[in-house]
């Protein structure tokens, strides 16, 4: 026995490194909550915009989207509607048309070109046969989004300070429409104010989101990434063959549906657990060969060198997530039996406790893995926004910040199987919340 707890330790010495190691960054820019966000200048032009949207028979909603655009403080000719409608069996084109929007209509019949990323891809070959130079920054968004009337503004001082990818602030419409989507608003909330908010005003990349984020032309029209996490799959393409980072646009606003129901929240996290394990093998471990490629070179800003760390880390959360729902079970199991076998000590991951000191271990894992990143943190992200929100049930905002912690676990099933699965895009339920200016 004593062999094989030796064996025992020093896998989980490892394994310890390797999920410590993908949420090091996250930690870290964890306990800069009292970093401001990035503000950038007045720009002193308007730059010219074209916004995106990608639809799939959304005729219910794509209205409300389309005249949010229009609707923009920002001149009129600055900034074109352009929808992708992905193989609409409705009206969806018609009521863009109707709306002053642009509707380009792609038919695809295959049925693995279902992700949005390929909506975006043939989308985006049509604008190219139009030339390059007749567009200069994209903003992405999705069917169900509506904009602040500020929105473009905010992009455009970014734009004007040398910001080529932007991530914007990711808001919802409805919030706290029940539980699960206020829960899902403030994990979006947590994730811009604490780590894109710090990493920004640090100058290291944060990642693109899916909806609402802007992109040079020069980079979207040349668009690599297809896997069913194409934001993040951008995301690092760009740092990797370019070296360019995604800078975070606090006051770029837009608001965007949150899943309303424990189904919808596992079919999104699916997709995101297949893709990103995916990614990991490939683009991760090339983030992780040119952080060490780089370390010592002097031509090369800290910032960049980070970068490829925090990249590198990010995209590893999941396999790190799989090898310890895997591993962690069967191990703490052993040591139990273990130690109910008549052993006084049992090995833990850190070291040989007693049976007292290896439950208060498990305790404090389970504090730091969850309560801290999972409660303290979106509790003070949405102080910090909390006027940007639209709050209509008190009662839902109290609960889902207690619950919030639990939601992580909810979140692991789901991931682990898009990891060994497959799973197809479906829309969410649509609301018919309207943002009021």
């Not at 032009?45 to 389309?66: L, P």
């Not at 992405?140 to 991530?167: H, T």
């Amino acid at each position: 026995m004593g062999i094989l707890n030796n064996v025992l330790f020093w896998i989980n010495i490892v394994r310890l490194i390797f999920i410590l190691g993908s949420f090091f960054f996250q930690l870290l820019f964890g306990c800069l909550l009292f970093l401001k966000p990035r503000k950038y200048k007045k720009a002193e032009k308007y730059h010219d915009f074209t916004i995106i949207i990608r639809a799939r028979n959304e005729a219910e909603v794509i209205a409300d989207a389309v005249d949010s655009c229009r609707k923009l403080d920002y001149p009129k000719d600055k900034f074109r509607v352009v929808v992708f409608c992905h193989n609409c069996t409705d009206n969806t084109a018609e009521i863009v048309r109707q709306h002053g929007g642009r509707a380009i209509e792609i038919f695809d019949d295959n049925p693995k070109h279902r992700k949005a990323s390929y909506c975006r891809y043939y989308g985006r070959q049509e604008l190219k046969k139009e030339g390059k130079g007749k567009y200069e920054y994209f903003c992405f968004i999705d069917a169900d989004n509506q904009l602040d009337k500020n929105y473009l503004n905010a992009c455009n001082d970014a734009a004007d300070s040398g910001v080529e990818l932007g991530r914007t602030f990711e808001n919802s419409k409805n919030f706290t429409e029940n539980i699960v989507s206020c829960r899902n608003g403030l994990y979006y909330i947590r994730d811009d104010q604490v780590a894109c908010k710090a990493r920004s005003a640090r100058h290291i990349g944060c990642v693109r989101n899916g909806c609402a984020s802007r992109v040079k032309a020069e980079y979207a029209l040349d668009w690599d990434a297809m896997s069913s996490s194409d934001d993040i799959e951008f995301t690092l393409n760009r740092l990797i063959k370019d070296g360019k980072k995604v800078e975070y646009i606090d006051r770029a606003v837009v608001y965007e549906d949150q899943p309303t129901s424990i189904s919808e929240m596992a079919k999104r996290n699916a997709r995101m657990g297949h893709g990103l394990f995916r990614l990991y093998f490939t683009l991760g471990f090339k983030c992780l060969e040119l952080f060490f490629k780089n370390l010592f070179k002097k031509d090369v800003p800290f910032s960049t060198k980070l970068s490829y760390l925090d990249q590198y880390c990010n995209i590893s959360i999941v396999p790190a997530s799989l090898v310890a729902a895997i591993w962690i079970p069967l191990y703490y199991i052993y040591a139990l039996i273990y130690t109910g076998l008549g052993h006084t000590r049992v090995i833990s991951g850190v070291g040989s406790y007693n049976l007292r000191w290896f439950v208060w271990f498990i305790v404090i894992a389970l504090c730091v893995a969850l309560v801290i990143p999972f409660f303290v943190q979106p509790i003070y992200s949405y102080f910090s926004v909390k006027k940007r929100l639209f709050v209509t049930n008190k009662k839902v905002l109290v609960a889902s910040m207690f619950l919030v912690p639990f939601y992580r676990i909810l979140q692991a099933a789901p991931i682990f199987k898009g990891i060994f699965t497959n799973p197809k895009w479906a829309a969410l339920k649509r609301s018919k919340n309207k943002i009021k200016q």
